[in-house]
């Protein structure tokens, strides 16, 4: 394959060297260009050229090929778009010479950027889970004008991994904040899970006798990292509701006892 490529090369800059020494026979024969290319899975290209003709100042080609001295230069089959990590081999063409950068045959690509606005879909597209509401009085019964108590044991991190552009990504989503709704079109939005008793920390009293199907929401936030790199912070959130509860809520009912 380089043999291959070494003599097409060599066949570019012999066609125009020749082609500058017949535009002008009295000239002296110009140095040897300097090419810089590449190859990739079986592709040859070149980046840039340099060239001299008598007291030319060499001059480097840009994207199209094109340079700035009116004067002729070799152009012939250029390509921008180097490999990465390249490596280099000679070109001997009788008296001039050429060097020439590059690519191994099993150089990689560079890995495409996965961007935050990706991780962010993702993130909204994971399947995560509503967090149980708990109850006490337990057993689904409370009285009316009584705290009945409300938490949840689900606070712990969620790692899940996707894979965007072919790489891994480690998203980690954390409950960050809760709304309770407690049935009867009253809610609470706070940041503490509540507590079973007795830390009655997220308390509802209910005012009539009823069923009440109270439910929580779990507000996620998010963070991720590509392969082993640094953590990020994902912008936005995610709210999933959990399932929803029974509850009765009774009068009680005052009996006279012996004394």
């Known amino acids: 394959m380089m043999r291959f490529l070494s003599a097409l090369l060599a066949l570019v800059i012999y066609v125009a060297t020749a082609a500058v020494a017949e535009a002008d026979p009295t000239s002296p024969p110009p140095p040897s260009p300097s090419v810089q290319g590449g190859t990739g899975r079986g592709l040859f290209n070149v980046e840039s050229a340099q060239q001299t003709q008598g007291d030319r100042t060499p ?47 099993d150089d990689k690509p560079a890995a495409a950027t996965v961007t935050v606005g990706m991780v962010r879909s993702a993130f909204a597209a994971l399947r995560l889970p509503g967090s149980t509401l708990s109850l006490q009085p337990p057993d689904g019964v409370t009285l009316v ?48 899970p509540g507590a079973p008793y007795p830390n009655l920390r997220v308390t509802h009293n209910y005012l009539r006798k009823a069923t009440y199907r109270p439910w929580l929401s779990t507000t996620y936030s998010g963070r991720f990292r590509v392969g082993n790199g640094p953590w990020q912070d994902i912008p936005g959130t995610v709210t999933i509701d959990g399932p929803k509860q029974r509850l009765r809520a009774i009068e009680a009912s005052p009996k006279l006892v012996g004394y």
């Open 59 to 105: 001059q480097k080609f840009d994207d199209t090929g094109r340079g700035t001295d009116p004067r002729p230069y070799l152009s012939e089959g250029l390509r921008p778009g180097p490999c990465f990590g390249a490596g280099m081999i000679e070109i001997n063409q009788g008296p001039h010479g050429a060097e020439v950068n590059y690519c191994p045959a």
């Open 145 to 192: 004008n009584f705290e009945t108590n409300f938490y949840t044991d689900d606070t712990a991190a969620i790692t899940k991994t996707v894979r965007l552009l072919g790489q891994r990504v480690t998203i980690e989503a954390t409950p960050s904040s809760f709304t309770f709704h407690f049935g009867d079109d009253l809610k609470m939005d706070t940041t503490d």
